[in-house]
Structures are given as structure tokens and as C-alpha cells.
């Protein structure tokens, strides 16, 4: 018997809050949605794909777990965290001395394998896919699970360039 996962990525993120009190690095990841998030994940909530799942398992990232509550509200669905389903490392050396998109752009262009040749020390596709994986392998007893995260973690149970909008979903199986 397979078990099948609905992935669901976040709603959209805002961060004013998180840059007004200069978090850096891993800080970064405590913001929550816009109103407009809000709103996706409330109509994410009423998708008849959802119907028969019996858990939703979430990111501990903020944004996610925020749309994976409203969810869990609107359905009536338990929630439970799942640490490592955090969002993919742009910086596995966490000094975060990086600019911009410069680690997103370099691991997509290296299509996630890292070399010595590489500027930014950030997480492998492989490694990646092992972390989700193994997080999910625990849940493998369900026959219809929902899981919210990210979209580059969602990615390694897709394809690793497929740009997943916010609250979009994506069908697959462990």
C-alpha cells in the first residue's frame, strides 16, 4: 500500500516585519503571510482533493505553518510539525555571508550538485530529497496525507525546476 501526499506550498509570505528587526539568515524564515496568503490558504482549505486525508503534516517555517493551521481549521484535519521539512539551505556553514538570490540562482544552475567550484555552500539537491524523504517515511502508514512546505522541498518529490505557485498543489505518492 502507497501513501498518498498531498503537497501544498505555503501561501504567499511577507517579511516587512522580520527586515524591520533585522533578522538575518535563519531569521528570515519567521515571517508569516500576507492577507493575500491568508486567503490562499482558505481557498486551499476548500479543494475537494483534500477530502479522506488524515493528517496534515507541516514545516515548522512560519509561513507554512501558518497556512497548514488555516487548513487544519477549515477541515477539521490534525496537524503535526515535522522539523525537516524546513526549507531548503542556502548556507549549510549558517554564517549566511551571501547576497541576494546568489545561492537559489547557483544551485539551480548546478541543477543542485555542488562543487568545490562553487561560491555558496548551500544544501544538495541529494541531501535535500534524503532529509524529505526520510521525514515523510514516517507517515507512511496513512493512506491519504497532506503535507505543507515549501516549494524547493516540494521539488524533490516533483522535479527539481518545477516552480510551484503559492497554495499550489502537487500529487505524489511514498
Same mark, same amino acid.
Given at each position: 500500500?502507497?501513501?498518498?501526499?498531498?503537497?501544498?506550498?505555503?501561501?504567499?509570505?511577507?517579511?516587512?516585519?522580520?527586515?524591520?528587526?533585522?533578522?538575518?539568515?535563519?531569521?528570515?524564515?519567521?515571517?508569516?503571510?500576507?492577507?493575500?496568503?491568508?486567503?490562499?490558504?482558505?481557498?486551499?482549505?476548500?479543494?475537494?482533493?483534500?477530502?479522506?486525508?488524515?493528517?496534515?503534516?507541516?514545516?515548522?517555517?512560519?509561513?507554512?505553518?501558518?497556512?497548514?493551521?488555516?487548513?487544519?481549521?477549515?477541515?477539521?484535519?490534525?496537524?503535526?510539525?515535522?522539523?525537516?521539512?524546513?526549507?531548503?539551505?542556502?548556507? +549549510?556553514?549558517?554564517?549566511?555571508? @551571501?547576497?541576494?538570490?546568489?545561492?537559489?540562482?547557483?544551485?539551480?544552475?548546478?541543477? %543542485? *550538485? #555542488?562543487?568545490?567550484?562553487?561560491?555558496?555552500?548551500?544544501?544538495?539537491?541529494?541531501?535535500?530529497?534524503?532529509?524529505?524523504?526520510?521525514?515523510?517515511?514516517?507517515?507512511?502508514?496513512?493512506?491519504?496525507?497532506?503535507? +505543507?512546505?515549501?516549494?524547493?522541498? @516540494?521539488?524533490?518529490?516533483?522535479?527539481?525546476?518545477?516552480?510551484?505557485?503559492?497554495? %499550489? *498543489? #502537487?500529487?505524489?505518492?511514498?
Amino acid at each position: 500500500m502507497s501513501t498518498e501526499i498531498i503537497l501544498i506550498r505555503h501561501g504567499e509570505p511577507r517579511y516587512d516585519e522580520v527586515l524591520a528587526r533585522n533578522y538575518f539568515g535563519m531569521g528570515y524564515d519567521l515571517g508569516k503571510l500576507t492577507d493575500r496568503g491568508v486567503e490562499q490558504a482558505e481557498q486551499r482549505a476548500l479543494d475537494p482533493i483534500l477530502k479522506g486525508a488524515e493528517l496534515i503534516v507541516s514545516s515548522p517555517y512560519t509561513r507554512a505553518l501558518q497556512t497548514a493551521a488555516i487548513i487544519s481549521r477549515a477541515t477539521g484535519i490534525k496537524l503535526t510539525v515535522e522539523n525537516d521539512l524546513h526549507e531548503w539551505m542556502p548556507d +549549510v556553514t549558517f554564517k549566511f555571508e @551571501m547576497m541576494g538570490n546568489g545561492p537559489y540562482e547557483e544551485y539551480m544552475s548546478a541543477k %543542485g *550538485v #555542488r562543487t568545490k567550484d562553487h561560491m555558496y555552500h548551500w544544501e544538495e539537491y541529494e541531501v535535500l530529497k534524503n532529509r524529505v524523504r526520510n521525514a515523510l517515511e514516517k507517515y507512511k502508514h496513512y493512506q491519504k496525507i497532506i503535507v +505543507v512546505c515549501h516549494g524547493i522541498v @516540494m521539488s524533490t518529490m516533483t522535479k527539481i525546476d518545477d516552480m510551484i505557485e503559492h497554495c %499550489g *498543489v #502537487r500529487v505524489t505518492a511514498l
